[in-house]
Nanobody, 123 residues
Framework: QMQLVESGGGLVQAGDSLRLSCAASGRTFSRYHMGWFRQAPGKEREFVAITWTGGSTVYADSVKGRFTASRDNAKNTVYLQMNSLKPEDTAVYYC?????????????????WGQGTQVTVSS
């Protein structure tokens, strides 16, 4: 069983930066692909980025060039560095763990989720 805890969210102004962290329990962290999703009020959970077990990353078009996902397997932690934040980035950000590579943009395919951390970007 894996437990995920996000942190690092907050209230910032447009153009600012935030670094989110997702700390995982257990000994199998390195075997999971780690995705970042976000969910704004009234919207579905949206794919943001994923860090594969091998360390490579895939990003949603909306965040390419601004966000950077990374992982530190020694610390059982995945990060999302968010730069040049925009008001439309406002959402609750979740990390998820996924054992298989397929359908990485589909929230229902993830095995574990954190409780989320709020990111609010004011204009």
């Amino acid at each position: 069983q894996m437990q995920l805890v996000e942190s690092g969210g907050g209230l910032v102004q447009a153009g600012d930066s935030l670094r989110l962290s997702c700390a995982a329990s257990g000994r199998t962290f390195s075997r999971y692909h780690m995705g970042w999703f976000r969910q704004a009020p009234g919207k579905e959970r949206e794919f943001v980025a994923i860090t594969w077990t091998g360390g490579s990353t895939v990003y949603a078009d909306s965040v390419k060039g601004r966000f950077t996902a990374s992982r530190d397997n020694a610390k059982n932690t995945v990060y999302l560095q968010m730069n040049s934040l925009k008001p439309e980035d406002t959402a609750v950000y979740y990390c998820g763990a996924k054992s298989e590579f397929t359908a990485y943009k589909v929230p229902g395919t993830y095995d574990y989720w954190g409780q989320g951390t709020q990111v609010t970007v004011s204009s």
